[in-house]
Every structure is written in structure tokens, then in C-alpha cells.
């Protein structure tokens, strides 16, 4: 209506878009330099109030650009289920942002209501959950963010002050579930599951080999802060928090998960005395996180257990909850659950070999966690991880609601039994860990309770594959669209003829895997190789960026 045009007319007029730029959703989100974001965050207030207007749920705004630079910055959705944005708004996000004036911006917004039927006097005004990280751009992002919430008529912005980026899609999907939301509502739950896997701990007498101590990377962001708050009420863990962003150290240089996973090298803060000692990293808004060690006498080299190991172990302790409950055939309620992972064409081929052999379904997905989300989902128990740390299990309802009958029968007949613990311990992991999005705080304590259970040090997991040799390596160019992938991005239909080329570098090397996709975030073209030896891998690499350039 008339009341509601001008009212965007008005507001939209604070904040014109920077001139000659093209802004695009991306991967995950529109991320830029934050000085010429103040025009798309305050659009994409507006977009989050009509999405909520259309779905009748709250939906999430978060202000974060992850492991990019500090002076980068960038805003998301998290849609009702606390997941991604739905990919067919995607492109509505984008004409947002790039529309010139506010005239044109009511014009498109009016077009956009009528086709997607928006009701305007729904049942629930609008009502969005404002996150972000700790970037000191955020704070007047986020007011441009409330002035475009507030450009629709009704709606309601609720500021939850700093949080990593899996805490607010927790907020958005508990909220939506009408469960309880507040931050130490997510830390409740953490810390109640994290416990009730400790306490179903075997008592393996002197053969547990998990060291003590942990060390983490906090990446000098959000994450360190949050894990500097619950670690006072883990007396069970002894864990240290370097680059907890208080001693002054910059965002995401040098340090983090992306970091380390991708130089392979001890993140700063960390000196060279940590020998042996478990370490980890997670990424600026915490939705990463990546283990490693430092090998003894070396300079600043790293054995990189990545998210591959990280699904890995997830699978093992699963796998063997599973095969407990199985065992029970007497019982009169059985189900066989399907337990598959997803994985990228970044997995390390020999995770994947692993994973296979270890009986489970392994699904390829596109880079992006809204694919690899999507295709977990599809399984009663989906274990999806990025190489470079992000991931998460998901467990269907209709597996929960068996598990939740199965443990109910349990605890009247064999209660203290294998399977009674089995079943507790599943339905632990289903609470701590993040069924929204990749989340590395419980993914943190997931495989701390997982290295205890299993008895297992650092070196004992490590050992569970060896990674082949691999190298990744980013090309600039005029224009990455001109590659276009399919299968999961192990083939590059375009330009034409460049597959078979990749094809016949590739089969000069034994185990040789390669593969080029465009990146969604940056403007390069990225090239990963793996062989047998690193010189390979390596030479590869080199051979296939060639072919790009
Ligand atoms: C984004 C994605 C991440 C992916 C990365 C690839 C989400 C939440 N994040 O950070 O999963 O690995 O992009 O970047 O989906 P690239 O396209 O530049 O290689
Ligand atoms: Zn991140």
C-alpha cells in the first residue's frame, strides 16, 4: 500500500548503493569490503522482513565475513529451519542489492510481493534475529540492518548482540520450533549433552591415550570469546584459548581455521614448544574448525587433521552405536538406519576410500554447505563435512522418533545394558550437535567426547587414513564464469576441450586427481590436485593452473 512505498521510499534514500558495483549472494551471503556495504546490509533487512512475512517464522540476519580479512564484512540469512536461505530467493537477493534508486527499488519489491503471494496481514508481523561477529564494521552495519527491518511496515528486529555465526541459526531454528532461544539456552544444551556422553564413557582403566591438554586457535574472533565462557563450566576438559582476540591480535591473520587448513603451517600465538599436543582452530564467526599437531623438531609445519578426519571419527563412533542397537534383535522394535556422508571433490580421495569401507554411503555435493545440507538430509543419519572444517550430522525425525521409542522400551527391560547406552549416547550427539548448520564449538566437544571414548590420542586418530598428497592453487582471471563444472564440480564442461586436457595431465601421475572450479567468493579460479607424492601432487597442480591462465 501506499503507506508502506513511501515508507521505503524514505528510508531507502539514507542509503544509496555504492556506483559500479555489482553485488551477488555468492556462495553463502554477499561479502565485499565493508565500507561499500552499508546500502546491501540495509537491503537485505528489508529481504529477511519479507521473508519472514512469507514463511510466518522468524528468520536470522547475520553480519560476518567469516574467515575473510577484518576490513571485509558481509551479511546472511538463516531461513526458518535455522538452514541457508532458500537458493530461489537468491536471485531476488540479488536484484536487491543492485537496484539504483529507491524508485526502482519499490518497483521491484512490489513485483516481488505480488509474485510470491507475500501476505502483508498474515497471522505473525514480521520478526527477525540480528547476529554478528565480532569485525568492528558490524555495529553499523547492523543499524542499517534495522533501519531496512524496519522499512516494512510491522516488523520486528531483535538485536542478539555478538554471536558466532551457528549460534544465531540455533536461535532461528529453536525459535521457530517454539523451544527456548536465548544464548545460554544454546549453552545449556551444549553443556547438558556434552555431559551425558562423558558420563557413558567406558571405563577403559589405563589404556586411554587421549591427552589432556588442548590448545585452540580461536582465530582472534567471536568463537575464542564464546569458548573462553563455556570452558569454565568444563571442569572435565583442560583446555587453553589462544587468539582469543583479547591480546590483540588481528581477525583472521595469520591464524583460524582457513588459515591453517589451507597453509598448513602453526597459526601465530602458537610458539614451537606444543610438540605433540592436540590442537585446533576454528574460523572468525566459528563455523569451522580444523584439528592439527605440531610434529616434533620440525620448523612451522603441520599434521593437518581436517574435516575429512573429523566426518571420519563422527562416522566410527556412530557407526558403532548403530551396530550396539542392532544387536538387540530380541527386541520387538527394530529399524535399520541409513547412515551415509556427503562430501566435496575437496575430500582427500583416500577419506573417501575410507569412508566406503567403512560401510557407508558416500555422497558427492557442489561446494556450499546449503548443497552438502540438502543431501545429508536425505539419510537417517547424515554426517556432511568441507575438508576445510565445516559440518555437521543431521539426524531425520523420523530416525529421532524411532530412537526416542527404542530408548523408552530399553529402559524397561535392560536398563544399564549396551544398548541402552548406545541409544543415550545417539540421542546426546543429536542435541549437541548443531542440526542447523556446521558449528565448531560442538563440533569441538563431539570429538572431544569421541577421543575419550575411544581412548584415542591425536596421533590414534590421525592414523585412521593417511591423506594422499594434495595441493590447492587459485588463478586469476578475467572472467571465472567462463568454467562451468557439473558432477559435483569434478567436471568442467567449459571452456570446451579443458577436461580432456585436465584429463591427460591427471593420467601422468599414479593415484592422480584433479579437478578446476570457479569460486563463489573470490574472483579466481581454483585448482585442487592429489597424488601419490606431493611432488606430484604439486607438479599437477601447476600443469592444470596452466591450462587455466
Ligand atoms: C563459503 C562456504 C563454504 C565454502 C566456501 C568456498 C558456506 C556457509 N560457506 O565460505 O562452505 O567452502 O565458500 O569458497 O556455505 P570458494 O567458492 O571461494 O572456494
Ligand atoms: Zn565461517
Redesign the pocket.
Known amino acids: 500500500n501506499e503507506d508502506q512505498k513511501s515508507l521505503i521510499l524514505k528510508s531507502s534514500s539514507h542509503f544509496p548503493p555504492p556506483p559500479g558495483v555489482k553485488l551477488s549472494y555468492?556462495?553463502?551471503?554477499f561479502r565485499a569490503d565493508a565500507s561499500i556495504l552499508q546500502s546491501t546490509v540495509y537491503r537485505v533487512g528489508i529481504l529477511a522482513a519479507l521473508r519472514s512475512l512469507k514463511t510466518q517464522c522468524v528468520i536470522g540476519l547475520m553480519i560476518t565475513a567469516?574467515?575473510n580479512k577484518v576490513t571485509d564484512n558481509g551479511v546472511?540469512i538463516a531461513d526458518p529451519s535455522g538452514g541457508?536461505l532458500s537458493q530461489d530467493w537468491e536471485p531476488f537477493s540479488d536484484q536487491l542489492a543492485n537496484e539504483p534508486d529507491p524508485q526502482s527499488l519499490v518497483s521491484l519489491i512490489e513485483e516481488f510481493v505480488k509474485k510470491e503471494r507475500i501476505p502483508f496481514n498474515g497471522k505473525h508481523p514480521a520478526e527477525v534475529l540480528l547476529g554478528r561477529d565480532t569485525r568492528p564494521s558490524g555495529e553499523s552495519l547492523l543499524e542499517a540492518a534495522k533501519q531496512g527491518i524496519s522499512a516494512v511496515v510491522g516488523a520486528v528486529a531483535h538485536d542478539m548482540g555478538i554471536l558466532t555465526?551457528p549460534q544465531l541459526h540455533w536461535m532461528v531454528r529453536a525459535r521457530n520450533k517454539g523451544l527456548k532461544a536465548t544464548e545460554s539456552d544454546y549453552f545449556e544444551q551444549l553443556l547438558s549433552s556434552f555431559r551425558c556422553l562423558m558420563n557413558l564413557i567406558p571405563d577403559r582403566g589405563t589404556s586411554n591415550e587421549t591427552e589432556d591438554k588442548l590448545i585452540v586457535d580461536g582465530a582472534n574472533g567471536v568463537g575464542g570469546e564464546k569458548l573462553e565462557v563455556i570452558k569454565e563450566k568444563l571442569n572435565e576438559l583442560d583446555i587453553e584459548v589462544r587468539n582469543s582476540g583479547k591480546e590483540g591480535g588481528v581477525l583472521n591473520e595469520g591464524v583460524g581455521a582457513d588459515f591453517v587448513q589451507k597453509e598448513k603451517v602453526v597459526p601465530h600465538g602458537f610458539g614451537s614448544n606444543h610438540a605433540g599436543i592436540r590442537c585446533a582452530s576454528l574460523d572468525g564467526d566459528a563455523?569451522?574448525l580444523v584439528y592439527f599437531l605440531v610434529p616434533p623438531n620440525n620448523c612451522s609445519k603441520i599434521d593437518l587433521v581436517d574435516g575429512d578426519k573429523i566426518l571420519s571419527l563422527f562416522a566410527v563412533f556412530i557407526k558403532e552405536q548403530l551396530s550396539i542397537l542392532e544387536e538387540d534383535t530380541k527386541g520387538s522394535n527394530n529399524y535399520k538406519a541409513r547412515l551415509g556422508a556427503v562430501q566435496?571433490a575437496?575430500a582427500n580421495g583416500a577419506s573417501t576410500y575410507y569412508l566406503r569401507h567403512l560401510g557407508l554411503e558416500v555422497a558427492l555435493a557442489p561446494?556450499?554447505?546449503?548443497f552438502?545440507h540438502e543431501k545429508a538430509a536425505q539419510y537417517d543419519i547424515g554426517i556432511y563435512f568441507?575438508a576445510?572444517g565445516?559440518g555437521t550430522i543431521l539426524f531425520s525425525e523420523r530416525f529421532l522418533s524411532w530412537l526416542e521409542d527404542k530408548n523408552q522400551e530399553l529402559s524397561s527391560t535392560h536398563e544399564g545394558s549396551e544398548q541402552k547406552k548406545a541409544a543415550l549416547r545417539l540421542l546426546a550427539v543429536s542435541k549437541l550437535i548443531n542440526q542447523a548448520?556446521?558449528d565448531a564449538l560442538s563440533g569441538l566437544l563431539l570429538v572431544e567426547t569421541i577421543l575419550r571414548h575411544m581412548g584415542w590420542s591425536i596421533h590414534q586418530w590421525n592414523a585412521l587414513y593417511q591423506d594422499l598428497p594434495s595441493r590447492q592453487l587459485k588463478v586469476k582471471v578475467g572472467d571465472r564464469t567462463a568454467v562451468v563444472t557439473a558432477n559435483a564440480e569434478t567436471v568442467a564442461v567449459k571452456p570446451p576441450g579443458i577436461q580432456e586436457a585436465i584429463n591427460v595431465e591427471t593420467a601422468k601421475y599414479p593415484n592422480g586427481r584433479s579437478f578446476i572450479?570457479?569460486?563463489?567468493?573470490?574472483d579466481?579460479v581454483?585448482v585442487y590436485a592429489e597424488a601419490s607424492t606431493q611432488e606430484a601432487a604439486d607438479k599437477l597442480a601447476n600443469s592444470v593452473a596452466e591450462l587455466v591462465d
Open positions: 555468492g556462495t553463502a551471503g567469516s574467515h546472511k541457508m555465526t563455523d569451522r566435496t575437496y561446494t556450499g554447505v546449503k552438502l568441507e576445510n565445516h548448520v556446521g572450479r570457479p569460486s563463489g567468493t573470490e579466481v581454483r
